[in-house]
């Protein structure tokens, strides 16, 4: 499946975006999307995942209770609704697709959109 990762923008700190995934060549609905963020000189770090079903949801610790992850297999987007944006949050954002179960590590997602940067200011 190929994904195109959107929304992505300069933001003050304590602000939101809403950053989308759209998929194309399969049908989404079978796939587990993820999330996944790098900062400069930093590894990437899982931030979210969701089940093809909508069911079940995982969250990093250090967005966990700011951040949503939320999908609409009819319109084949997930998206990553980020709220109290801090500067730490500062990275590119990556969405990741996988055909089955839920993981939280980047190695087990097969593919990946071209990454959107969020800058937050202080």
């Known amino acids: 499946v190929q994904l195109q990762a959107s929304g992505g923008g300069l933001v003050q700190a304590g602000g939101s975006l809403r950053l989308s995934c759209a998929a194309s060549?399969?049908?989404?609905?079978?796939?587990?999307v993820g999330w996944f963020r790098q900062a400069p000189g930093k590894e990437r770090e899982f931030v979210a995942a969701i089940s093809w079903s909508n069911s079940l949801t995982y969250y990093g610790a250090s967005v966990k209770g700011r951040f949503t992850i939320s999908r609409d297999n009819a319109k084949n987007t997930a998206y990553l609704q980020m709220n109290n944006l801090r500067p730490e949050d500062t990275a590119v954002y990556y969405c990741a697709a996988r055909s089955g179960m839920v993981f939280t590590k980047s190695d087990r997602y097969d593919d990946w959109g071209q990454g959107t940067l969020v800058t937050v200011s202080s």
């Open positions: 060549g399969r049908t989404f609905s079978g796939y587990t």
